[in-house]
């Protein structure tokens, strides 16, 4: 388990380079069948996520992002905040007709619309305000899933950036990921929601590897304390260690 804050996200960066592959417990899945990311070779797919919504996911994404890059690595990062994206915007970038919109109804390709952000970092950026994205169907969800993997093999990580909550458009991308960071802040309602993901991952998928990230702290403390609060809960609620 990674516990961090987002002002250390360099530590969050070299820690995550450092720590070795696990042996792909990662990718032995019980549960629903869903669409996967291929977890290619070299690649780490990686989604950040939070239960409760405005914690820092985005921000930490794109500064995770940034800092991997930094250290030398191909970084892809996917706007999976379906309907209500802004990945773009924190990057500087303009998507125009580069967004994930037009891959779903089939007018570009996923290859088309990568755009390149700050530091080298890839980006598939998707629309704000859209509801056609907001509402995807289980058929659309796995295209992307499908259409995303197929890059995978270029890049050493794979960020997906998703929105808050646990709708099937969120619970699509964890689950299609390897490891998963949960975004919290000290907030009681902050952390009951985060809680909630990791009941609901856990019902999906006991393998899978979740870090919990407390964002919004007064200092180191105060974030060992929620991290021990939901340790705690989760071990006796549901018989896990986060
Ligand atoms: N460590 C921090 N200190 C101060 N402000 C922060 C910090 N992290 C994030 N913020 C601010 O909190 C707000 C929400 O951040 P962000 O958009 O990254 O959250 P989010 O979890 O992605 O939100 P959403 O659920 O809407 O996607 C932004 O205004 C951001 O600048
Ligand atoms: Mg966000």
């Known amino acids: 388990m990674i516990i961090d804050q987002a002002n250390k996200l360099r530590v969050l960066a070299e820690q995550i380079r450092r720590e070795k592959r696990g042996n792909g417990s990662g990718r032995k899945r019980k549960g629903v069948e869903r669409a996967s990311f291929k977890g290619a070779m070299l690649t780490r797919t990686i989604a950040i996520t939070s239960g409760k919504g405005g914690v820092g996911k985005?921000?930490?994404?794109?500064?995770?992002?940034?800092?991997?890059?930094?250290?030398?690595?191909?970084?892809?990062?996917?706007?999976?905040?379906?309907?209500?994206?802004?990945?773009d915007v924190m990057m500087g970038l303009s998507p125009k007709d580069k967004t994930l919109q037009y891959v779903v109804n089939g007018r570009k390709r996923i290859q088309d619309i990568v755009l390149e952000g700050p530091e080298g970092v890839q980006v598939i950026a998707n629309g704000?305000?859209?509801?056609?994205?907001?509402?995807?169907?289980?058929?659309?969800?796995?295209?992307?899933?499908?259409?995303?993997?197929?890059?995978?093999?270029?890049?050493?990580?794979?960020?997906?950036?998703?929105?808050?909550?646990?709708?099937?458009?969120?619970?699509?991308?964890?689950?299609?990921?390897?490891?998963?960071?949960?975004?919290?802040?000290?907030e009681p309602t902050a952390v009951m929601d985060a809680y909630g993901i990791i009941k609901v991952v856990s019902q999906q998928n006991r393998d899978v590897r979740v870090k919990l990230v407390v964002n919004m702290v007064k200092n180191k403390t105060e974030a060992q304390e929620v991290i021990n609060k939901i340790i705690s809960v989760s071990q006796r609620f549901l018989g896990i260690v986060v």
């Open 128 to 186: 704000s305000g859209i509801q056609e994205l907001a509402n995807l169907s289980d058929v659309e969800r796995r295209r992307i899933i499908g259409e995303v993997s197929n890059l995978e093999g270029k890049y050493d990580f794979l960020l997906v950036d998703t929105g808050a909550g646990i709708s099937k458009n969120v619970m699509s991308f964890i689950l299609a990921t390897e490891e998963i960071v949960i975004v919290t802040t000290p």
């Open 58 to 87: 985005s921000n930490l994404t794109v500064n995770l992002a940034i800092c991997l890059a930094r250290l030398g690595k191909k970084v892809l990062v996917l706007d999976a905040d379906l309907g209500l994206a802004n990945i």
